[in-house]
């Protein structure tokens, strides 16, 4: 051998020792040796799969055979300030095996605050990161990274036995496409590795349509992989593209189904990526980690103190998951929105436009995100489903086209009223056809125009059980003892009951003592947790009755009345009811030809200034009414 080869030979080993570990140059791979994230990578093989480094000098690798995707932020004075308080931070008061935080750095300091509770909770060998994959990019619905990621304190390096274990037993699939440019797993990285230096990563990407059989086969080869050393860490943001007294309305359902381990409320959360949520709910609860803790919440919009201001925001939580008893009781939430009519000149408009979804384009937000992240969504459909509908002109008889059902079922609507003194217009075959149509895109219809004891309607959500009894004492002989013996007579192991009725003078904001009042009061009295009142056309104000809200009236919600602006100027409410307390999000809401949209801070402004001159509140209920939120004792 000559003294040339013998020392190539020598510069090779050196070289490799160098850039691998022994197990590394079994398996490393001549073709991937200087990849990096801009560099090529064969779709779907596993490091196992590769062959064999050669020693030959030409096959000398340049750099690593791993690449590294690029931080989110590389600046390393961005993630000093976020961890420059946190020399006190306390350790979690149990080990936590599985967490949520947001991909959004908008509250790094949260962010930092975390991982340093848990490095001085535990030692953590490997980071599970789960995120949405928000371009839907690659072949996989779930996708692993078989790269690291650079950071500023280092190179985070994946977890090579756990990737190849996934991607060997079909539960994910490699393609680098998939992580270029995800900031759902690159926005966490670099606290990772200040926090834990040694540790390493699986980075999983999920696409939003995901079977839940899918999702659980993925989450048990988790459990099957993962040792106590591990943590699974979802990567998260939730309400979007919303005004913050919305997105906080919308946190409410999603805070309780996350603290209740709800899995069948997570399809009507208004958030990021589902698939995640459940994933890392489902891990939670296959490990045995009974107990949600929601460490903070947050809205970008209160950085800029711009919750009033702000059109767009995104909210975020931080919540660790470990064995301990929960506490928690799931609260139900309601979107109530007032009249919907969708004949006469609305279904001209919609025709002529050429769009069924022309009454709700100004209201509905980017994805139809206003009509999400409510339990249930109410309103009163202010007349009958029947064939082609009824062309009524500005006559007072309604007939709307059988597209009406799945239109109101494509925005989220699951209960409505019938108990209106419209729905008879087409006479009894026209109520028929609405309740048929309506079962038929699995939205309940609540009450009857001439009978108040049909049509009770029963629903679950979690441990919580409710139950919607609607009224009509328009046209008809209505007896409000009657009501109150149906209400006193309903399943006893309802939580929570909801009366919803129509009544009142139209057009009047004040309502009638005789006709609302009084049998409001007997309603709650009988045992009704919200009443919901509907006809007037106009917005009349609610009362607090023995700790229970009674909306008197919330006007119209899609209605052709354009001659007047009261009958334009509307209401929606977010209803919270828990256990402790009830929690109302005001929403004002102006109409322009048959479209509402929410006001802005101007016009909300002006409309609390009539609205507290339609009934006698404290100052202090006149300041939570100001504020969009109003919460009552119960």
């Given at each position: 051998?000559?003294?040339?080869?013998?020392?190539?030979?020598?510069?090779?080993?050196?070289?490799?020792?160098?850039?691998?570990?022994?197990?590394?140059?079994?398996?490393?791979?001549?073709?991937?040796?200087?990849?990096?994230?801009?560099?090529?990578?064969?779709?779907?093989?596993?490091?196992?799969?590769?062959?064999?480094?050669?020693?030959?000098?030409?096959?000398?690798?340049?750099?690593?055979?791993?690449?590294?995707?690029?931080?989110?932020?590389?600046?390393?004075?961005?993630?000093?300030?976020?961890?420059?308080?946190?020399?006190?931070?306390?350790?979690?008061?149990?080990?936590?095996?599985?967490?949520?935080l947001p991909h959004h750095l908008v509250f790094p300091e949260y962010i930092a605050e975390y991982f340093e509770r848990?490095?001085?909770?535990?030692?953590?060998?490997?980071?599970?990161?789960?995120?949405?994959?928000?371009?839907?990019?690659?072949?996989?619905?779930?996708?692993?990274?078989?790269?690291?990621?650079?950071?500023?304190?280092?190179?985070?390096?994946?977890?090579?036995?756990?990737?190849?274990?996934?991607?060997?037993?079909?539960?994910?699939?490699?393609?680098?496409?998939?992580?270029?440019?995800?900031?759902?797993?690159?926005?966490?990285?670099?606290?990772?590795?200040?926090?834990?230096?040694?540790?390493?990563?699986?980075?999983?990407?999920?696409?939003?349509?995901?079977?839940?059989?899918?999702?659980?086969?993925?989450?048990?080869?988790?459990?099957?992989?993962?040792?106590?050393?591990?943590?699974?860490?979802?990567?998260?943001?939730?309400?979007?593209?919303?005004?913050?007294?919305?997105?906080?309305?919308?946190?409410?359902?999603?805070?309780?189904?996350?603290?209740?381990?709800?899995?069948?409320?997570?399809?009507?959360?208004?958030?990021?990526?589902?698939?995640?949520?459940?994933?890392?709910?489902?891990?939670?609860?296959?490990?045995?980690?009974?107990?949600?803790?929601?460490?903070?919440?947050?809205?970008?919009?209160?950085?800029?103190?711009?919750?009033?201001?702000?059109?767009?925001?995104?909210?975020?939580?931080?919540?660790?998951?470990?064995?301990?008893?929960?506490?928690?009781?799931?609260?139900?939430?309601i979107l109530a929105l007032g009249d919907v009519m969708l004949g006469r000149y609305v279904r001209t408009l919609m025709d002529s436009s050429g769009n069924n979804n022309y009454p709700f384009e100004l209201i509905?937000?980017?994805?139809?995100?206003?009509?999400?992240?409510?339990?249930?969504?109410?309103?009163?459909?202010?007349?009958?489903?029947?064939?082609?509908?009824?062309?009524?002109?500005?006559?007072?008889?309604?007939?709307?086209?059988?597209?009406?059902?799945?239109?109101?079922?494509?925005?989220?609507?699951?209960?409505?009223?019938?108990?209106?003194?419209?729905?008879?217009?087409?006479?009894?075959?026209?109520?028929?056809?609405?309740?048929?149509?309506?079962?038929?895109?699995?939205?309940?219809?609540?009450?009857?125009?001439?009978?108040?004891?049909?049509?009770?309607?029963?629903?679950?959500?979690?441990?919580?059980?409710?139950?919607?009894?609607?009224?009509?004492?328009?046209?008809?002989?209505?007896?409000?003892?009657?009501?109150?013996?149906?209400?006193?007579?309903?399943?006893?192991?309802?939580?929570?009951?909801?009366?919803?009725?129509?009544?009142?003078?139209?057009?009047?904001?004040?309502?009638?003592?005789?006709?609302?009042?009084?049998?409001?009061?007997?309603?709650?009295?009988?045992?009704?947790?919200?009443?919901?009142?509907?006809?007037?056309?106009?917005?009349?104000?609610?009362?607090?009755?023995?700790?229970?809200?009674?909306?008197?009236?919330?006007?119209?919600?899609?209605?052709?009345?354009?001659?007047?602006?009261?009958?334009?100027?509307?209401?929606?409410?977010?209803?919270?009811?828990?256990?402790?307390?009830?929690?109302?999000?005001?929403?004002?809401?102006?109409?322009?030809?048959?479209?509402?949209?929410?006001?802005?801070?101007?016009?909300?402004?002006?409309?609390?200034?009539?609205?507290?001159?339609?009934?006698?509140?404290?100052?202090?209920?006149?300041?939570?009414?100001?504020?969009?939120?109003?919460?009552?004792?119960?």
């Amino acid at each position: 051998m000559s003294k040339i080869s013998i020392i190539l030979g020598f510069v090779a080993a050196v070289v490799l020792l160098v850039y691998f570990s022994p197990q590394e140059l079994m398996t490393v791979s001549v073709e991937n040796a200087g990849a990096v994230v801009s560099g090529s990578l064969p779709g779907q093989q596993t490091r196992a799969e590769r062959v064999s480094l050669s020693l030959q000098p030409e096959a000398l690798p340049a750099k690593p055979a791993v690449g590294y995707f690029k931080p989110y932020n590389s600046q390393e004075k961005f993630y000093e300030k976020a961890y420059k308080n946190l020399a006190d931070a306390e350790s979690f008061e149990r080990k936590v095996f599985a967490g949520i935080l947001p991909h959004h750095l908008v509250f790094p300091e949260y962010i930092a605050e975390y991982f340093e509770r848990l490095s001085k909770t535990q030692d953590v060998k490997t980071f599970v990161i789960v995120g949405p994959n928000h371009f839907g990019v690659g072949e996989n619905s779930i996708c692993v990274s078989e790269y690291g990621f650079a950071t500023p304190y280092g190179n985070l390096e994946p977890d090579f036995e756990i990737v190849d274990s996934l991607i060997a037993g079909g539960y994910a699939g490699w393609d680098k496409k998939c992580f270029a440019d995800e900031h759902s797993i690159n926005s966490l990285t670099s606290f990772i590795k200040k926090s834990f230096p040694n540790a390493k990563i699986v980075a999983v990407v999920l696409k939003n349509q995901l079977s839940e059989k899918k999702l659980d086969e993925f989450t048990n080869g988790l459990d099957d992989l993962l040792s106590a050393g591990d943590f699974v860490l979802a990567s998260i943001d939730f309400s979007h593209y919303m005004v913050q007294n919305v997105a906080d309305f919308h946190d409410e359902t999603t805070r309780s189904v996350i603290e209740n381990f709800d899995f069948e409320g997570i399809d009507r959360l208004e958030i990021d990526s589902k698939p995640t949520l459940y994933t890392v709910m489902k891990y939670a609860e296959v490990c045995g980690l009974t107990r949600a803790n929601i460490l903070h919440h947050t809205n970008n919009a209160e950085k800029m103190n711009g919750r009033e201001f702000v059109s767009e925001t995104t909210s975020h939580f931080y919540v660790s998951f470990d064995g301990g008893a929960s506490e928690s009781s799931r609260n139900v939430t309601i979107l109530a929105l007032g009249d919907v009519m969708l004949g006469r000149y609305v279904r001209t408009l919609m025709d002529s436009s050429g769009n069924n979804n022309y009454p709700f384009e100004l209201i509905k937000g980017t994805e139809n995100r206003f009509f999400s992240g409510a339990d249930v969504i109410f309103g009163n459909l202010e007349g009958p489903i029947k064939g082609e509908g009824y062309k009524s002109g500005t006559s007072l008889i309604f007939g709307f086209h059988e597209d009406t059902a799945p239109l109101l079922k494509s925005f989220g609507f699951n209960v409505v009223s019938v108990a209106n003194n419209h729905t008879m217009n087409q006479k009894a075959d026209g109520l028929e056809s609405t309740y048929l149509n309506l079962a038929a895109n699995d939205i309940d219809a609540c009450g009857s125009p001439v009978n108040s004891s049909d049509h009770v309607v029963y629903k679950t959500f979690g441990d919580k059980k409710t139950a919607f009894v609607c009224f009509n004492d328009i046209e008809t002989r209505f007896d409000p003892d009657s009501a109150v013996g149906l209400i006193e007579a309903l399943d006893p192991t309802v939580d929570y009951v909801i009366v919803s009725i129509h009544w009142g003078i139209e057009y009047q904001h004040t309502p009638s003592e005789s006709k609302q009042i009084t049998p409001a009061h007997k309603f709650v009295d009988a045992g009704a947790d919200l009443v919901i009142g509907h006809h007037p056309h106009v917005v009349q104000p609610f009362e607090v009755y023995n700790g229970v809200p009674i909306i008197y009236s919330l006007g119209n919600f899609i209605f052709d009345q354009y001659w007047s602006y009261d009958t334009q100027e509307e209401l929606g409410m977010g209803i919270v009811l828990g256990d402790e307390s009830t929690k109302l999000y005001l929403f004002p809401i102006l109409s322009r030809k048959s479209q509402p949209y929410l006001m802005d801070y101007d016009e909300r402004q002006r409309f609390y200034d009539r609205f507290l001159s339609w009934w006698d509140y404290s100052p202090e209920m006149a300041s939570q009414i100001r504020s969009s939120f109003v919460e009552i004792s119960r």
